[in-house]
């Protein structure tokens, strides 16, 4: 089995530098007793450090190389699941296809969540060929921006066991650090408004985050917009055949299954409380019924929680005291299969309509890829989706009001509550009007490509990296 890079075997190559000054030791023994309160010395980046003190001494051998280009560590969960990750691989997918020649090199490390094997296995072989490619650049960090991709509870001291972002703390006289992250609800708890406000750049996905970061208390003139690519080559209806969602989804509801499905509607997320499950049943169990031949397919994964989703489906439509009537329910299949990365728009091409009623997104990234794909769109109007959905791409679905989230680490913050009622009529609008919903689908895909694109998003964050080092080079 093939396996992802290990940060513990990485090249550091210690007995290539000389190291002729104590202060130098001096330096390298405070750096490692520093981080044992956080048992954090074990993973750090020891080629950082080592070129970092190679920077201090005169008398090193690196000071007769020749002084290598700019270079952007960037520090995220690329081996898990996720919407970091996502978002993560698409900037640096986006980057390397696009900058040619490249202005600065790119060198990439696991930060922020578990590995996971199956993920990594899932990637497209180019991709894991890169991963290894950038995991080996090694960088001189007074010649390097550090990008911490995640939330902010994983930079610098991190809240929890994780590789720090930066590495080693403030101390390696990088040209910049940059904190990219969102939240899903009306503002920024204060502990991560100190965070940010430790960062020389936050940069954050769409307009409703600047907003939200701005009112929290993160300084204005630090928050940068810097939207989310999406890959509209990979995920292009004209390029795939669709995957047979029978064949890997499981009959929850529905009788046995042996008619035909029909229209197909078809969910993405993690099973949570905030992406809206129980809001989409409750629309979906209402409006149709076995005779309307319709399916509603749930990919999802356990987020906090067992995997036990068809008794969970099965328990919720019981508490709901909705009746089964003559014709019996509608199809509702659950897929807690992993899918892979390489599989998703085939997953995507055997759906009718995609549909999201969220309580609240960083970005959403399923809803863009769906659009991609030409899906017509059901999401809520609030939130991540603003950036992109409109009446003319899809069917934003309205926000009925605003709730108080009851519990985790966001509890007495504000999210949306969206409309039960008028998703039930979305719902039933694009079944039964196909072509103003494949105008809408052709519609989303043409935005996506024309305002989200690797191409497009790419030259935005280079330019904002590039001001940052000309800033660097100017004082």
């Known amino acids: 089995m093939e396996q992802p890079p290990d ?116 990637l497209a072989t180019e991709t894991k060929e890169l991963a290894i490619e950038m995991h080996k650049t090694e960088c001189r960090p007074n010649e390097t921006i550090v990008v911490c991709h995640s939330e902010p509870g ?5 809240l929890f ?36 406000n430790g960062m020389d750049r936050v940069w954050v996905p769409t307009e409703f985050h600047v907003a939200s970061f701005v009112k929290s208390g993160v300084d204005s003139s630090k928050v940068v917009k810097i939207v989310q690519p999406v890959d509209v080559e990979v995920f292009d209806p004209l390029k795939y055949e669709p995957l047979d969602l029978v064949e890997i989804g499981d009959l929850v509801l529905g009788g046995s299954g042996t008619r035909s499905l ?13 992406k809206g499950w129980d809001v989409l049943l409750k629309a979906y169990l209402r409006e149709f019924s076995g005779e309307d031949n319709v399916a509603l397919f749930l990919l999802t994964n356990a987020y906090h929680s067992d995997r036990d989703f068809g008794n969970k489906i099965v328990d919720f439509v019981k508490e709901l005291s909705l009746e089964e009537g003559e014709d019996g329910y509608p199809f509702v ?54 950036e992109y959905l409109t009446e003319e791409n899809g ?41 103003e919903a494949k105008v809408k689908g052709r519609r989303g895909r043409e935005d996506m490509v024309k305002k989200f694109a690797p191409e497009v998003v790419a030259k935005v964050v280079a330019d904002q990296i590039e001001r940052i080092f000309e800033e660097k080079i100017r004082r």
């Open 7 to 122: 940060r513990t075997k990485r090249p550091w190559r210690f007995t290539t530098f000389v190291y002729t000054s104590s202060i130098s030791f001096l330096l390298l023994s405070i750096l490692i007793l520093s981080f044992t309160t956080h048992d954090l010395y074990k993973t750090l980046p020891l080629r950082f450090i080592s070129t970092y003190l190679q920077s201090l001494s005169s008398n090193s051998k690196s000071d007769t190389l020749k002084t290598p280009s700019h270079c952007v560590l960037w520090m995220a969960p690329f081996l898990s699941s996720g919407g970091y990750s996502s978002e993560a691989w698409s900037y640096i997918l986006s980057l390397h296809h696009n900058l040619k020649p490249p202005k600065f090199r790119i060198t990439i490390e696991h930060h922020g969540d578990l590995q996971s094997i199956e993920f990594w296995n899932g």
């Open 154 to 158: 994983a930079w610098y001291p991190p």
């Open 161 to 196: 066991e994780t590789l720090p972002c930066p590495p080693y703390g403030y101390y390696g006289d990088f040209a910049a650090v940059i904190g990219r992250t969102m939240f899903e609800t009306d503002r920024v708890n204060d502990e991560h408004v100190e965070r940010c």
């Open 262 to 274: 029909g229209f197909v509607f078809l969910s993405v997320f993690k099973w949570e409380k905030r």
């Open 333 to 386: 299949y659950v897929i807690d299969k992993h899918i892979a990365q390489v599989d998703l728009p085939r997953l995507y091409k055997a759906a009718d309509a995609f549909v999201l009623p969220t309580r609240g997104e960083g970005w959403g990234r399923p809803i863009v890829e769906a659009m991609a794909m030409s899906l017509p769109v059901i999401a809520t109007n609030w939130s991540g989706p603003t």
């Open 395 to 435: 069917y934003p679905l309205v926000v009925e009001e605003m709730s108080e989230v009851k519990e985790g680490p966001f509890e007495g913050h504000q999210w949306a509550e969206p409309s039960v009622d008028k998703l039930r009529v979305l719902m039933r609008r694009v079944m039964s009007e196909p072509d």
